[in-house]
Each structure stands twice: as structure tokens, then as C-alpha cells.
């Protein structure tokens, strides 16, 4: 916004380069938070980073989700001084499975799938990619499967509330003008939650978030952004 | 109320995929994933091996503990303890032990049956998909 006289879409390209490298830098910061985490079996984490991966995903596509997590990995491991260790593969496999399975279900199921069923496929791939890549690689033994069913009730409900967190920071996200672009092209909550309200009163004063949104910045077309 | 609103953030699409995807977790809870039925039953009273045996012949015995004789079954595939002069019967609470693996212990007459070994041609196999 401090350049005034550039091409929109040129305006656009630098500014989804900038979220990302800024979804990357949190990625990473969530990344060495849970490593830092205790937790009681190694493979036993929420992957809070993929909150931003799916935030990525759902605001600039798949190929932005697949940046988020290939960089969030191989920066985190870097950081935290496991890159090309044991676990870093198994890091690396869990990710790429869940990426591959949240852009599969997003380019299927676009108009009806939203975050939390992306980010719940997301997690289980996760937890199968890292068990798989483990067998593989690591243990070789058939007790490691009977960690399965635990290892993926942990990656379902890790899963939800990943899903949660990142539709709440879409819906907040999309409040802010940078943003008003690509607010027609994904379908999310705070629309669904608007088309249903005249059906169901139940949530109270969560409806107004729109119309708080639309009000505080009125250019809602192609020229936000630019003065 | 505010588990309600988190509800409301869900797709009706959303909703029947983790319904399925639960299900799924659920049916995995139940699978015996990589363990094949087992072959032999060793039964070690005091920390010695005292009997072992085939689980494919059905047979009923005895094991002498402290406490007097433990009887137990092999029949089906599985070993069972059928009667035990412990305090608590927990052992025979134990239920079938089948699967390369498994393992009944009745602490207070101290013997342990494990199952060992894989029997031939043993069942399904997630691996093997």
C-alpha cells in the first residue's frame, strides 16, 4: 500500500509473497514452540504449524500450502538442529502426506469442504505418513502398528482443533483490506455463517463480524489497496 | 455455548467427513493390527518355563503355584484360565489370549502364560494391502 502507481496484480503478487514469507516465519516459530513442548511419546503433536499451511492453502491455493509446509520443515529443522536426521524424515514424510491429502480434498471438494475437514484429513495423513516412514525406515517391527489406532484418535482430535484455529484466522484475516481481494474467491465461515442466519439464530453476535467488516473499509472491489 | 459456535464453523460437509473419518479411527481400535495368532503357549511358574504346548491342540492341565493348582484350557486357538486359587480371579478375568504376544498372568499363584511364535498361514495383514 505504500507504492502507489503499480499494476494491481503486480501489487497483489508481492503481497501474497509477503504473507507467505510471514506464514512461513510463524510456521516455523509454532514448529520449534512444539518441539519444545514435552510431550509424553515422541510422535504424540498437535502440528499447530499447519494451521498456517491451511491458512495458505485456503487463502492463495495449493501451491502456496505446499510452500508453507516444505519451508516451515526444512527452516524448523534447520533451526532446531534436527535436519536430515531420523526424525526430520519422518518430519518431512508426515507433511508431505498431509499436504498431498489437504490440496487432494480442497481441489475435490472446494465449494463444500472448509478448514476443519481439510486440516482433520491433513493430520491423519500426517500420523500415516510418519508411522509408514517409521516402519520403513526406522523400526521394522509389526508391534510399531498397534500405535496406529491411539496415534490417529490423537491426529483426528489434534486435527479439529487445528481446523478451528484456522478458520478463526481466516475469518479474521479477511477483515483487513489486504485481504479484500480474495475474500469473493474463498467461500469461507463468515459467509456460510451469514447465508445460515436467517435459518438459525443460535449464535448470537457472531453474524455482525460481516457487516462490522464491510463497514469499517468500503472499497470492497478491485481497487483496495491501492489510494 | 461457545462449543456450539466452534460447531457452527463446520461444514455440513465438514461434519459427515469426521463422522467418517471417527468411524474409521474407531474401527482401527479393533483391528489387530500386525499381530498374526500364535503358535505355541509357554507357561512359566516361579520364573521357570514349565509347560509349553501347541495352541492348535485343545487340552485341558494344571500348573502348580504357592497357592495350589491353576487349570487352564487351550481350545480354539486360544488359552484360558479356567479356575485359579488366587484371591481375586483376575487372571481368569483375563479372558482368551490368541495373538502372538498376548500374555496372562496370575501374579499371586506367580505364573505367567504367553503366546508365542506365529502360526502358519495366519490371517489378514494390514501390510499387505
Known amino acids: 500500500m505504500t507504492c502507489s502507481a503499480v499494476d494491481p496484480r503486480e501489487l497483489e503478487r508481492v503481497r501474497q509473497r509477503v504473507f507467505l514469507a510471514l506464514f512461513i516465519a510463524l510456521a516455523v516459530a ?158 469461507l465461515s463468515t459467509e456460510r455463517r451469514a447465508e445460515r442466519a436467517p435459518r438459525s439464530d443460535l449464535s448470537g453476535g457472531s453474524h455482525k463480524m460481516p457487516a462490522r467488516k464491510c463497514a469499517g473499509f468500503p472499497p470492497d472491489n478491485e481497487e483496495t489497496g491501492l489510494p | 455455548m461457545a462449543l456450539a459456535a466452534l460447531w457452527q464453523r463446520l461444514t455440513r460437509f465438514d461434519r459427515y467427513l469426521l463422522l467418517a473419518l471417527a468411524l474409521l479411527v474407531g474401527v482401527s481400535f479393533l483391528l489387530p493390527f500386525g499381530r498374526r495368532p500364535g503358535a505355541r503357549v509357554v507357561i512359566a511358574a516361579d520364573n521357570r518355563t514349565v509347560f509349553s504346548a501347541p495352541l492348535d491342540e485343545a487340552r485341558r492341565f494344571a500348573i502348580a503355584g504357592p497357592l495350589g493348582p491353576t487349570r487352564l484350557e487351550i481350545a480354539d486357538g486360544a488359552v484360558r484360565v479356567l479356575d485359579s486359587p488366587c484371591p481375586h480371579k483376575v487372571c481368569i478375568g483375563l479372558g482368551d489370549a490368541r495373538r502372538s504376544g498376548d500374555l496372562l498372568a496370575c501374579v499371586p499363584n506367580r505364573i505367567v502364560v504367553r503366546v508365542e511364535g506365529e502360526a502358519q498361514g495366519a490371517d489378514y495383514d494390514l501390510l499387505s494391502r
Open chain 1, 30 to 187: 509454532l514448529h520449534a514452540v512444539e518441539y519444545l513442548l514435552p510431550s509424553p511419546l515422541p510422535w504424540f503433536r498437535f502440528g499447530l504449524a499447519n494451521i498456517l499451511s491451511l491458512t495458505a492453502l485456503f487463502l492463495y491455493g495449493p501451491r502456496a500450502a505446499w510452500a508453507v509446509t516444505l519451508s516451515r520443515i526444512l527452516i524448523g529443522s534447520l533451526l532446531l538442529g534436527t535436519l536430515f536426521a531420523p526424525g526430520f524424515l519422518l518430519s518431512l514424510s508426515g507433511g508431505v502426506l498431509a499436504t498431498l491429502l489437504m490440496t487432494g480434498a480442497y481441489r475435490l471438494f472446494r465449494p463444500h469442504i472448509g478448514p476443519v475437514g481439510v486440516s482433520v484429513l491433513g493430520a491423519l495423513g500426517h500420523a500415516g505418513g510418519q508411522l509408514l516412514i517409521a516402519w520403513l525406515l526406522i523400526v521394522r517391527h509389526p508391534s510399531l502398528w498397534l500405535m496406529l489406532p491411539l496415534f490417529l484418535l490423537f491426529a483426528l482430535i489434534s486435527g479439529v482443533i487445528n481446523g478451528l484455529a484456522a478458520d478463526l484466522l481466516l475469518e479474521f484475516l479477511l477483515q483487513h483490506p489486504a485481504f479484500a481481494r480474495l475474500k469473493n474467491s474463498c467461500r
